[in-house]
């Protein structure tokens, strides 16, 4: 059992949305920091977030949503997982420049994620 689970709080994740957008305007709102960069993607530190919800709202893709919802299982482990290993994310950067074309496009984990950290 982590330590969240312990306590009985919510998080947040990024979802399969994020991948190869990138938007980062979440990251720009985010009380304590809690978001790390992958080569194509964000993902949030299940046991810093503190369940505030600023961020959700901020994505223009709606890549973000609380661990409650069903889909949110898998994506609670690829959070947790490379938020070890990406380096923390505090400030806004600029955004991929075919974020935009890729928006919308599904099965975007299994054909281009990155488990490499950094990027832009």
Known sequence: MTP??????????????????????????????CFYRGENMLVIHPDECIDCGVCEPECPVEAIIPDSEPVAEQWLEVNRQYATTWPNITRKKPYPED??????????????FSPNPGGR
């Open 4 to 33: 969240r689970e312990e306590r009985d709080i919510m998080t947040y994740v990024v979802t399969e949305a994020c991948i190869r957008c990138k938007y980062m305007d979440c990251v720009e709102v985010c009380p304590v920091d």
């Open 99 to 112: 974020a935009d074309e890729w928006k919308d496009t599904e099965g975007k984990y299994e054909k281009v």
